[in-house]
């Protein structure tokens, strides 16, 4: 069930923060786009997951984050404060775990391209592992048997029950790259045999695709993994698999503010489809991501100019590819909510509602809405937020803000044109009215673009090739 209480604390908290920003500085015709991140927001949802599974289970359960969601290390530390750990599938991202001060016992390593070098410190840290494939399980085969490891160790499957309405997300297709293809000839058998020859393999993980995915298909994909668990362990003659990675997925919304599908929603489905999940047997480990940063995160960005283009109005921003990349080169499947503001942060076009209760402002001028394209700054044409959207007629100075990108979006930065990545700051509401904002990540200065874009070797290319090969120093 949606909270509309919920989406109207966040619409207020948000217009309250894009007002606050103006006045701190933090967006301004020299710092044009920012992002921000409502930090209560982000606790609620951990607290709503938490509460959600349980409710309906006395077993362990790890919520690992899925690290790709919000690869910012704050918002790490600040999950584990709260309770959650965390799934990387990088050496960057295990990296920033480790920054964050998440342990090894509450990181999941997921990949399907780990080196041995990887595998190797994981098991050395004792970080646990899910092997995508039986080349990874010989891998493993190896390590184990040269060192002592404290890392629960679990394999990847696919159930091959189909895809979502994102092709690219959907992970349980019956060609995905992911995992072992349960479906294919002779693999179920092969996987058994797999945990039967390896007493150390004790957990098995799925994960049926990232937005899109219909929770009844979510429900089938678990259900689907835990059949086979409980395959394999009445063959071991023990409770040979202990725990059941059941990955991430769960949808967001991206059309309003309401939170919908919940995780109350989805456990509950789970309870209901595949009730010896949660019997005690197993212990659990999620892995959701979008579902728990999504909604707490705002783009902000200025309106440079505005024209008018084969009499369409087009209102050119600082926000475009470099932060929605996916929006931008998949607009069907990622359309995003773009919400106008004045130049001091007012909302536009809203009515009275919309001017937050005790900010002691004047109601805006009431507003005509025109179908205009709201573009970023990139240099290519399809650079566009949003095309023929109705929206009060912006103006140069007017502000956009961007909803629901506080997970694949501004933390995932796309280099087009060198543009910057943009700071980051968390917000929260204070009690006498304001807003305090704390930095997570502050924006990349052109020195540091000109550092990593080769900068420092300049000459690089006119030296002829030295002597032991192409790779000079
Ligand atoms: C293995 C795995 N776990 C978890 C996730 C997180 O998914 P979401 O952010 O949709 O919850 C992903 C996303 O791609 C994934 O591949």
């Known amino acids: 069930m949606a909270s509309s209480l919920g989406s109207d604390r966040r619409e207020r908290a948000r217009d309250r923060a894009v007002r606050a920003a103006v006045r701190q500085g933090l967006v301004s015709p020299d710092e044009p786009v920012t992002a921000l991140l409502d930090t209560d927001g982000i606790r609620a949802s951990a607290a709503a997951l938490t509460s959600a599974f349980a409710a309906v289970t006395d077993a362990p359960v790890l919520h690992a984050f899925a690290v790709k969601a919000a690869p910012l290390v704050p918002v790490l530390r600040l999950l584990y404060e709260a309770g959650l750990g965390v ?25 399907p391209a780990k080196t041995p070098a990887e ?19 010989a891998r493993l085969d190896a390590l184990v048997a040269s060192a002592p490891t404290a890392s629960p160790l679990g394999l990847r499957v696919n159930p091959q029950i189909g895809a979502g309405s994102i092709g690219a997300l959907s992970t349980a297709t019956a060609t995905s790259k992911f995992g072992v293809a349960l479906r294919d000839e002779g693999a179920r058998e092969a996987v058994v ?69 919940t995780y109350a929603e989805y456990a509950a489905l789970l309870a209901s489809t595949v009730p010896g999940l949660f019997d005690g047997r197993y212990a ?25 283009s084969g009499g369409r109005p087009i209102a ?48 805006q001028e009431v507003v005509v809405d025109v179908v205009q394209d709201v573009a970023g700054p990139a240099c290519f044409a399809g650079d566009l937020l949003a095309v023929g959207r109705s929206l009060p007629p912006l103006r140069p100075g007017d502000l956009v803000a961007v909803p629901d990108t506080g997970a694949y979006y501004f933390a995932h930065h796309y280099a087009y ?14 009690d ?8 997570v990540r502050r924006a990349q200065t052109l020195d540091e673009i000109v550092a990593e874009s080769g900068g420092d070797r300049p000459d690089a290319l006119l030296r002829a090739a030295p002597p032991g090969g192409p790779m000079g120093a």
Not at 119 to 137: K, P, S, T, W, Y
Not at 293 to 301: E, F, N, R
């Open 119 to 137: 595998l190797r410190h994981a098991l050395a840290l004792g970080i646990a592992v899910n092997a995508d494939n039986f080349q990874e399980l």
């Open 417 to 430: 044109n060198s543009l910057p990545r943009p700071a980051v700051h968390g917000f929260t509401p204070t």
């Open 316 to 363: 050119v921003t600082h926000a475009g590819v470099q932060l929605a990349t996916r929006t931008v080169y998949a607009p069907e499947s990622w359309p995003l909510r773009i919400l106008a503001y004045d130049a001091e942060g007012r909302p536009r076009g809203r009515g009275r509602e919309a001017v937050p209760e005790d900010s002691g402002e004047e109601v």
């Open 87 to 111: 799934e990387v599938a990088s050496p960057g991202e295990l990296a920033l775990a480790r920054a964050a001060g998440v342990p090894p016992a509450r990181t999941v390593l997921d990949s």
């Open 193 to 261: 045999q797999a945990y039967l020859a390896r007493p150390w393999l004790t957990r098995l993980h799925t994960h049926t695709g990232s937005q899109g995915i219909p929770l009844a298909l979510m429900a089938e994909g678990v259900g689907a993994a835990y059949a086979l668990a409980e395959e394999i362990n009445a063959k071991a003659g023990r409770q040979q698999i202990d725990t059941l990675d059941i990955g991430g997925g769960l949808p967001v919304n991206f059309a309003s503010d309401e939170e919908t599908p």
């Open 432 to 439: 006498d009215g304001g807003i305090a904002f704390t930095t």
């Open 284 to 308: 659990l480990v999620t892995e959701f991501g979008r579902s728990l940063l999504a909604k707490h995160g705002t783009v902000v960005a200025r309106v440079e100019y505005t024209k008018t």
